[in-house]
């Protein structure tokens, strides 16, 4: 498994496992289960969660399946910007150890930015840090701008990753987001790089995944990783669905398949907003 290295020296695996949608329907939860225990066996150990799946039920499978094991994942969660006051952080953060059967998040992301200043929450960070109730802190769906902003906030230097939309047809972070993250240093973490589904159809990605023998959305999730600093959590909702998309690892796209991808998928020409799922 490549990794990349997080602000800390701390290494993560580039390819690890989402968990939203998780927890929706009760008669999925043992295929859940089982998905995050093949992940865990293939080293895809980063594993991401919020507060806001399934209104905490995506965290309470995860801690079924973490039950015995959490020591061998990396855990990330969120918490939603309507909680993200200071004391409100703290209170959210406690609610999801408690719905994971843990004592500590590995990494606690702030899931976009809300109406609370971004120091309160900064502080509630470093407080749960502090009293080990976190190991690091991040954000996500923050764009250069709001990154930059991040840095005038005292304590902002414990920063360790974005977390943003980034695939195929979501390309717009390549002309200033991912360049932006790059000089500064800071991993980038993508979520849907298969767009929940709707690229798999595309006719040049299924020519670029046949000529590599793997599924569309492996090449996908390829695609993705072709970046330096940046890891990707990929959904899985069955054992055989994580073995698929483990396959990606062993993928390695030519200057004729990024170009034929690029045609496909147009990089961006000019900034755009920063998109979200």
């Known amino acids: 498994m490549r ?27 043992r295929d859940e289960v089982s998905a995050l ?6 080293g895809m150990t980063l594993v991401d969660t919020a507060e806001m799946y399934a209104d905490g039920a995506a965290e309470e ?10 020591d061998e994942a990396f855990v990330v969660s969120k918490v939603m910007p309507s909680n993200a006051s200071r004391s409100g952080t703290i209170a959210a953060c406690e609610r999801s150890l408690k719905r994971l059967g843990t004592d500590r998040i590995d990494l606690y992301l702030l ?10 929450t ?16 991040g954000v996500s769906n923050f764009d250069h701008r709001a990154l930059a902003d991040l840095q005038d906030v005292p304590g902002s230097s414990g920063l360790a990753t974005d977390q943003v939309l980034y695939n195929l047809s979501r390309r717009g972070p390549e002309y200033d987001l991912l360049p932006w993250c790059a000089d500064h240093q800071l991993p980038v973490m993508a979520y849907s790089p298969i767009e929940q589904g709707r690229i798999l159809h595309d006719t040049t990605l299924n020519d670029v995944a046949a000529r590599h023998s793997v599924s569309a959305a492996a ?10 600093s940046l890891c990707t959590i990929p959904k899985a909702s069955s ?7 483990a396959t990606a690892l062993d993928v390695e796209l030519t200057r004729e398949d990024l170009d034929a991808l690029d045609r496909a998928f147009p990089p961006p020409s000019g900034p755009r907003p920063l998109e979200m799922l």
């Open 37 to 42: 225990h093949a992940g865990l066996e293939l």
């Open 219 to 228: 090449a996908a999730i390829a695609w993705v990783l072709r970046r330096d």
């Open 61 to 70: 499978v995860l801690g079924e399946a973490l039950a015995g094991r959490r």
């Open 3 to 29: 990794r990349i290295t997080l602000p800390s020296g701390e290494s993560i695996p580039v390819l690890g496992q989402g968990t939203w949608g998780w927890g929706e329907d009760p008669g999925r939860r």
């Open 111 to 120: 899931h976009w930015q809300g109406r609370y200043p971004l120091q309160d």
């Open 122 to 137: 900064v502080a509630a960070f470093q407080q749960l840090v502090e009293d080990g109730k976190i190991r690091y802190w």
């Open 239 to 245: 054992p055989q669905h994580v073995r698929d998309n």
